[in-house]
């Protein structure tokens, strides 16, 4: 009988398991409690549940860092652990926040929520005003990225009887006064994007309908979103209207305390900030202006009154270099706080904008190694006196939050997350491997010193969306991998930003597949060195990541051991028709153009895969309420591998959205899940199996 290996290159859309696209379907669903019965038989039992309950554990620790941000005088924060799964939102001063145990007012508990209301909420995000108590709250039905917006009092600690609500859909909203709010969403007809976003911005005033709240602001459904946020650091009120072309580009729109409305006279491709009478932007290509040329990555700042009437005269706040790349800025207190990578060491520099031009210093007191990052304490710029949080950490040290007062003072710890596994023998190391095209790629490396040519090792890397990976304190790999005798391996791919614009467009549209390169040379370099021999490596990826590994199971799949797949993208040739997938032809390309296909087609793992290769195993794993990544592709890649006779395996819990879970619990499920298969496939029974 021959074997079905459908859909193939040549025919992309000859598709046997679109049936599998169907999330609720009864045939579909049949599929997934079938294939989760066959996954939790093999790799679950009593070593699964002693792993799971002692992540879950570790994640419940009462003296975990409670994470916050400031509105008005209190200190916020969402708690869970296992007395509060979804979750406690939670308050307290600075004061208090300061002792080892500090006392908490409950604004609302979240699982009794759920449970009056007989529904799966999750809190998802909070949006408040300056000097008000009034927030419209985000809540997440299982962790899907879809949110009903209901208003709540703080002061009285409940919802608004009669205030702002709508029904689910992708979106949020902002506080324009007290009574009239910037609404982005996809609720109502016509208001959709193709990806699934926002295409109006209105203004929705108390008492109206949602249906009659006016759009101000339009776009066409081909772009991905728009959205609208308040601005209270100018002299009048103001909002910025963003129009998001795609994930790199946009319109940017101005709106006065009139209504009136003027679009900044700039290229769509830059990312700008403003606070008060001044902003800066970010570019990602060169730009040349009235004689003057700045190049990709440059930061400029500029008076926003000049800018409108016309001036030009930019100020250079940063200058990339080839492997010195910004990650971030933001405005506190009429301070410009720049994050960079510098050699993949963290740096920080603040400029002050005046009359006078730009004051410049470095941000002191911060080690210039392992994992930094930066952020205002406060909520609201408007009410920012200058203060920020830094988190300090690194894969064996856990994390520190520290307090930058008035953004000047030297950091002193507020809070100390604990050890959570045996670091003793382990060392960090950094390398970097050579990419098929010779390209330094580099990755760090944890676990004992020494080579022993046997090393169990768990490598992971993302590759995509400009997004940077570092090296964090990871409780799960530190409890579970490194404790045990294992090593880890964190790769930076090209795709990511840790060197600017040119490093991620490298590994963006046909420029994919080097980012696939750059991770099996990293496997072969391990192996070069002497850590390790292929068998004993297992791979994890997620998200873009889930491309990253399909693609090594089918052109790489000599360097592995072992393949975790998560809540992945996989399908090339549909992606765009599936959730939000319109929204990343940016990232990937459009396989409706013949001329994009053609590069597409190379790294759609779900057309290569093909029988009678040395597929190493894979467990390929999903979310049923992930409402951003379609757990079709994972559903359909099994399928296919299944049906050529590989040994996939695959696993959907029903709640977790573009995540591992909705509770800690879930999350170390799903975590150990993937850990005990790799550990299984590359044959290592560790000292606690």
């Given at each position: 009988m021959p074997i079905d290996d459908r859909p193939t290159l040549s025919a992309p859309d000859d598709d046997p398991w679109l049936w599998l696209e169907d999330i609720e379907g009864p045939r579909a669903l049949d599929f997934v409690e079938r294939q989760n019965r066959l996954?939790?038989?093999?790799?679950?039992?009593?070593?699964?549940e002693r792993d799971r309950d002692t992540l879950a554990a570790i994640y419940d620790r009462p003296d975990n860092i409670p994470y916050v941000s400031r509105r008005g005088a209190h200190l916020h924060n969402l708690w869970k652990?296992?007395?509060?799964?979804?979750?406690?939102?939670?308050?307290?001063?600075?004061?208090?926040?300061?002792?080892?145990?500090?006392?908490?007012?409950?604004?609302?508990?979240?699982?009794?929520?759920?449970?009056?209301?007989?529904?799966?909420?999750?809190?998802?995000?909070?949006?408040?005003q300056p000097g008000s108590p009034r927030a419209m709250l985000s809540l997440s039905r299982g962790g899907s990225d879809a949110v009903t917006l209901r208003e709540f009092d703080m002061d009285a600690k409940r919802f608004v009887d009669g205030g702002f609500a709508l029904p689910e859909a992708k979106g949020g909203?902002?506080?324009?006064?007290?009574?009239?709010?910037?609404?982005?969403?996809?609720?109502?007809?016509?208001?959709?994007?193709?990806?699934?976003?926002?295409?109006?911005?209105?203004?929705?005033?108390?008492?109206?309908?949602?249906?009659?709240?006016?759009?101000?602001?339009?776009?066409?459904?081909?772009?991905?979103?728009?959205?609208?946020?308040?601005?209270?650091?100018?002299?009048?009120p103001r909002a910025w209207i963003i129009d998001q072309i795609d994930f790199f580009n946009y319109g940017i729109w101005l709106r006065?305390?009139?209504?009136?409305?003027?679009?900044?006279?700039?290229?769509?491709?830059?990312?700008?900030?403003?606070?008060?009478?001044?902003?800066?932007?970010?570019?990602?290509?060169?730009?040349s202006i009235e004689g003057r040329s700045y190049p990709a990555d440059a930061v400029l700042g500029i008076s926003l009154p000049a800018f409108l009437a016309g001036s030009r005269d930019f100020t250079v706040l940063f200058e990339p270099g080839a492997r010195r790349a910004l990650q971030g800025f933001f405005w506190t207190a009429g301070r410009l706080v720049l994050s960079i990578l510098d050699e993949l060491r963290p740096r920080f520099e603040i400029c002050t904008p005046s009359a006078a031009g730009w004051g410049r210093e470095t941000l002191g007191g911060l080690p210039n190694i392992g994992v930094v990052d930066v952020w205002p304490l406060d909520r609201h710029p408007s009410e920012s006196n200058g203060d920020l949080l830094a988190n300090v950490q690194d894969p064996l040290t856990p994390p520190s939050l520290l307090l930058i007062e008035r953004g000047v003072a030297s950091p002193t710890v507020l809070k100390q997350a604990p050890r959570t596994f045996n670091a003793a023998g382990l060392v960090v190391t950094q390398h970097e491997a050579i990419s098929i095209d010779g390209e330094r790629i580099p990755y760090v490396q944890t676990g004992p010193a020494g080579e022993?040519?046997?090393?169990?090792?768990?490598?992971?890397?993302?590759?995509?969306?400009?997004?940077?990976?570092?090296?964090?304190?990871?409780?799960?790999?530190?409890?579970?991998?490194?404790?045990?005798?294992?090593?880890?391996?964190?790769?930076?791919?090209?795709?990511?930003?840790?060197?600017?614009?040119?490093?991620?467009?490298?590994?963006?549209?046909?420029?994919?597949r080097l980012s696939h390169d750059d991770f099996a040379a990293v496997a072969a370099d391990l192996v070069r060195r002497g850590v390790t021999q292929p068998k004993r490596i297992a791979a994890q990826g997620g998200s873009n990541g889930g491309i990253l590994i399909t693609n090594m199971l089918t052109r790489y799949p000599e360097r592995f051991g072992a393949l975790f797949c998560t809540i992945p993208l996989i399908d090339m040739r549909r992606y765009t028709k599936l959730l939000a997938g319109a929204s990343w032809i940016a990232e990937y390309g459009d396989p409706d153009k013949p001329e994009e296909w053609e590069w597409l087609k190379t790294y759609s793992a779900y057309h290569n895969a093909k029988p009678g290769q040395p597929y190493p195993p894979i467990l390929i794993a999903t979310t049923r309420r992930d409402d951003r990544v379609h757990p079709g592709h994972a559903r359909k890649m099994a399928a296919k591998l299944q049906a050529m006779g590989y040994a996939a395996w695959f696993y959907e819990p029903a709640a977790g959205g573009h995540g591992y879970g909705k509770d800690n619990k879930e999350r170390a499920s799903f975590e150990v899940l993937g850990l005990r298969f790799l550990k299984d496939k590359i044959g290592w029974r560790d000292d606690a199996a």
């Open positions: 996954t939790l038989a093999a790799f679950s039992g009593a070593s699964f652990d296992a007395g509060n799964p979804r979750g406690l939102w939670r308050r307290t001063t600075l004061a208090e926040f300061r002792k080892a145990s500090p006392v908490w007012e409950t604004l609302l508990d979240v699982d009794a929520l759920a449970a009056k209301e007989n529904e799966d909420w999750l809190l998802s995000s909070i949006s408040s909203v902002d506080w324009l006064d007290a009574d009239t709010l910037l609404l982005s969403s996809a609720h109502g007809e016509g208001m959709v994007t193709s990806s699934g976003y926002a295409r109006t911005v209105r203004l929705w005033r108390r008492g109206q309908n949602v249906d009659q709240a006016q759009a101000i602001f339009e776009t066409t459904a081909d772009h991905m979103q728009t959205y609208g946020s308040a601005d209270d650091t100018g002299h009048t006065d305390e009139a209504g009136g409305t003027t679009r900044l006279d700039l290229p769509t491709d830059v990312w700008m900030q403003a606070h008060g009478d001044w902003f800066a932007l970010k570019l990602r290509k060169t730009w022993t040519g046997d090393a169990p090792v768990h490598m992971s890397a993302y590759g995509g969306f400009g997004l940077s990976v570092k090296s964090y304190y990871n409780p799960a790999l530190g409890k579970l991998w490194l404790e045990r005798g294992g090593t880890t391996v964190q790769a930076n791919l090209r795709g990511g930003a840790e060197f600017g614009t040119r490093w991620h467009d490298a590994g963006r549209l046909a420029g994919k």
